[in-house]
C-alpha cells in the first residue's frame, strides 16, 4: 500500500534538459505525460515544473542548480529511487508551501465540495491526494459524513473543520492523517475506526489538555494519546471504536462495546501487555440513538479500567459514563 504523499529529495545539478530525459520521458512512456508550468510561481531560487499524466496523477519538480524535490501520487522515475523521503513539515517551508498550495488547487478542483473546509482539506491533504488512497479517503467524507451514521456531510465536515482549525494536532499532522490510510480499497469501517482518535482528541483538547499522540511505551506499542498537564502530570490514553451490532456478528450494543474492547485488553493487546495505566476510551459515534441508549442505560463494564464510554455527535454534544478512577476530568460524564 502507497504511503501518503511525501517530497523526494534529489542532490546533485539539475537542469532543463535533465528533467526532459530523467522525469518526463519515462512518464510518458510508462502513462503518457504532459510537462508544463506549474499553477503557482515557485519558492525564489528554484525552477519548476508540473506533471499531468494521462490518468490522472499529477506530479510536482523543484530544483536549483546543487538539488531538487520531487513529490507527486504517481510512479517515481527510476532517476529518483534512491533519494530520500522527507515530509510536508521536513522539506523547506517555501517549498512546502508552494507544493501544497499547487495540490489544494488541484484538490478544490477536482472536489470542490471540500472548499468551505480549508483546515480539513490541508490536515488531510497527504492522504486526499495520495496514490491510491485519492478516491477512497474522499468517498469516506463526502459519502459517509466522515464515520457518522445520522449526519450530513456539511454537519460532520463542518465539526470537524472547526477541530482542525483550532491546529492542536497541525504538528503531528502526516502521522495522523496517515491513519485514515492511502488503500485503493474503500474500508469506511477501519476510516471510522480512525476517526475515533480525533474524536477523543477533541474531548481532551475542549476539557483543556494538552496532548501528544503515539506514545512509545516499554511493551513496543505505542499507545494512542498521553493528555499532558493532569494532576498525575499526564494520563496515557487508548481509544477503540466498536460496530454497532447491525455490522458484526453481536446480536446487541453491550456486546457490541465488550468484544471491541476484548480486541485491546486480550492477547496480545496494547493494553493486555502494558499492565495497567492506561485509559481506555470507548467511541460508540457510529452507534444509532436505540444502541447508545441501552448501552447508557445499562452502562455496562467493558473488562478494563480506568474506562470512558462515549457517543459524540457533530453538534459538539457528547454524553457518556466511566468506569474505575479516571484521571481527566471530562464534566459531561454521567455520575
Known sequence: MARPLRFRYAPGRWDESRIT???????DANLGAEMGAPWYAPPDGYEARRFD?????????????????WIGNTETPSSLWRTDKEGFAEAPFEVSRWAQRELIAE????????????????FFLPVFLSKDGRETTREFFRD????????????????????????????????????????EYFDPIRMAAAMGEFDVAYLLNEAGYDITPEIAVTTGHSIDFRAENTPAGGAL???????????????????????TAQTKTNGEGQLAEHGGGVTLFVDCSSFPDDDWAAIMGEQPD????????????????????????VPVDLPWLSD
Open 21 to 27: 530525459r530523467d522525469v518526463f520521458q519515462p512518464l
Open 53 to 69: 499524466m494521462d490518468n490522472g496523477d499529477t506530479a510536482l519538480f523543484a530544483w536549483t542548480d546543487d538539488h531538487a524535490y
Open 107 to 122: 484538490l478544490f478542483d477536482q472536489s470542490p465540495w471540500l472548499k468551505p473546509y480549508p483546515h480539513l482539506s490541508w
Open 144 to 183: 459517509h459524513a466522515a464515520g457518522f451514521p445520522d449526519a450530513t456531510r456539511e454537519e460532520a465536515l463542518a465539526f470537524y473543520e472547526s477541530f482542525f482549525a483550532t491546529g492542536v494536532l497541525d504538528e503531528y499532522r502526516e502521522v495522523m492523517a496517515g491513519k485514515l490510510g492511502t488503500s
Open 237 to 259: 490514553i487508548e481509544v477503540t471504536r466498536p460496530l454497532p451490532p447491525n455490522r458484526r456478528s453481536v446480536s446487541n450494543p453491550i456486546a457490541a462495546i465488550r468484544d
Open 302 to 325: 467493558v473488562r478494563h479500567r480506568p474506562a470512558v464510554v462515549f457517543r459524540l455527535r457533530p453538534s459538539g454534544e457528547v454524553e457518556g459514563y466511566s468506569k474505575g478512577s
